[in-house]
Each structure stands twice: as structure tokens, then as C-alpha cells.
């Protein structure tokens, strides 16, 4: 996987942040000393792989289908959600290819982050790959790790009870880029640091 190249720096709109029931006692100034330093995750394309080829494919053909004049104007969903019609936020294997995503029952959102990039791509937008640290309550991260646990995947994107390793999209839109979660289908809310190429910077 190859890092994106330094980003220079841009302003985003996002709704005001949802203060978890639980929050941190003292406002983080660092992100997390475990906090990932792997670039966003990549979706394989097998060479000569003509399964690889027809999903890619299926999914393009599928958002033109849902294409409507209304969503010109959407930048809260962009019109995404119908991707939940077919998918579900969960743990899957690492590595991931193209061919393999018909047969993976859940997606997490480093493999959504990745069919949304592409599909906005697709239809003429600008889309940055950005990671991200969020705010999480405890009952959720309790949940997430158990959840991914069972299932049989590393669950360290789940950086402590309070904040998690998350991907996301800043999409640029007008008036002003969009920062947008394709798990959630809906605008970032709870970012506490970001990253796009090498340096996390605070979105407090």
C-alpha cells in the first residue's frame, strides 16, 4: 500500500461534534500513542481476475442505475445508502480483494471507505481517503470488541474505551469540502484527529 501524498491543508464542514455519554476527563492535546501509522486500507485486484473486474464493475453500473436529479445536491449522503441494501458494517479479513466482497458477510469501514472512493470518484467528485480518531462511549467499544472478538479479527482499531481508529472521505464539494463517514452514509460527527497522508492533526 503507498501512503497519499502530503495533503496541503483545507478546510472542512462537519456537523458539531456528539459528546459521548462517558468523555474523557481532560481533552486530548496528542492523539493516541497507539494510534495506527499504516496508510488507509486498499482493496486487492488479482491480476487477470475477471471476478475482480465484474464486481467493480456491478457497483458502478448499480450507483448509475440509482443515479436521480436530486442527488446532484445531496452532500449528507451523496446518495450512498443504497449500498446498505447489499452491505453490512462488520469485521472481515485483511487482505481484501474485489472478487472476495460478494462472499464477505460484513465490511468494515476501511472496505466501505474504499467502494465509496470509488464511486464518487467515478462520477466526476474529488475524494481524499482521510483517517480518522473518533469519540466512543464505552458500552460501544465494549460491544465492537466482543463483536470483532467472536469473529476472529485483531480489534486494535478500537485504540481504548473512549476512541477509535476510523476511515472516512473528505469530499470536495461547494461552498466547502465535506467530511464523510460511507459506514454511517451521513457527515463525520465525532472526530477528535484526522489524517490525510503523514501528520494526524486535531479537529478540536
Known sequence: ?????????????????????????????????????????????????????DVRSWLLAHDRAC??????????????????????WGPNPWPLAWCDIPTT????????????????????????????VERAAPEETTLWRARWRTAGYPHDWILSDHEVYHEALLVHVTPAPVLFDPTEASPVTRPLWMRRGERWETCL
Open 1 to 53: 500500500m503507498i501512503s497519499p501524498a502530503h495533503p496541503s491543508a483545507v478546510t472542512f464542514t462537519h456537523p458539531p461534534a456528539v459528546v459521548p455519554t462517558h468523555p474523557p476527563a481532560v481533552v486530548p492535546t496528542h492523539p493516541p500513542a497507539v494510534v495506527p501509522t499504516h496508510p488507509p486500507a486498499r482493496l486487492t485486484t488479482h491480476h487477470s481476475c475477471p471476478p475482480c473486474a
Open 67 to 88: 443515479a436521480t436529479p436530486a442527488r446532484r445536491a445531496d452532500v449528507t449522503t451523496f446518495g450512498l445508502d443504497w449500498l446498505f441494501r447489499y452491505f453490512a
Open 105 to 132: 458477510r460484513t465490511l468494515d469501514c476501511g472496505v466501505l471507505a474504499c467502494l465509496a472512493a470509488e464511486l464518487l470518484t467515478e462520477r466526476g467528485l474529488r475524494v481524499d481517503r482521510v483517517q480518522l
